[in-house]
């Protein structure tokens, strides 16, 4: 059980696309509450994919899904960039929709990667509790590393430039955007 644990806080570390997506919802949920309910909705729906895709009940091919998730964070940095123009987009007015919504398709995601490593047949409930638990440290322990950073910016007074303010919305869309087209690429020329 404990490999399991490790393996899914392995997984949700290295996961750099997941890691976009929620800094994204972070950099537009304002409030703690609002965080909270967010990050609990992000979890319950990739708990619910990650379930019925190990077992067996719903099937996805994997790299539609993947060049899915990348267009997810596309549209993160696009909702970061409308908020920092004024713009009060679907994810600031709604944000645990929008992340349920997008990690039911991420739940697929971490499935692919869970089917990858081998699951043992007798012990298949516990071995996907137990990488679930792991995902979930790893995502809680990145949020509260950006939350701490953030604090420690603002306790420092930190002053950045204005049109530096835009590089992360636009540092997320551009990564996950150059992520859509390699991967729609892949299944083209399948």
Known sequence: ????????IEHILLGVDHLLFVLGLIWIVRSRWMLIKTITAFTVAHSLTLAAATFGL????ERPVNALIALSIVFMGVEIVKLRHGQVGLTARHPWIVAFA???????GFATALTILGLPPGDLPLALLAFNVGVEIGQIAFVFLVLALIWAF??????WSRWSESIPAYAIGGIAAFWFIDRTLLIITA
């Open 154 to 159: 603002r306790e420092l007074q930190l002053r």
């Open 58 to 61: 719903v099937g996805v091919p």
């Open 102 to 108: 997008f990690d039911l398709l991420h739940g697929f």
């Open 1 to 8: 059980m404990l490999a399991y644990v490790q393996t899914g």
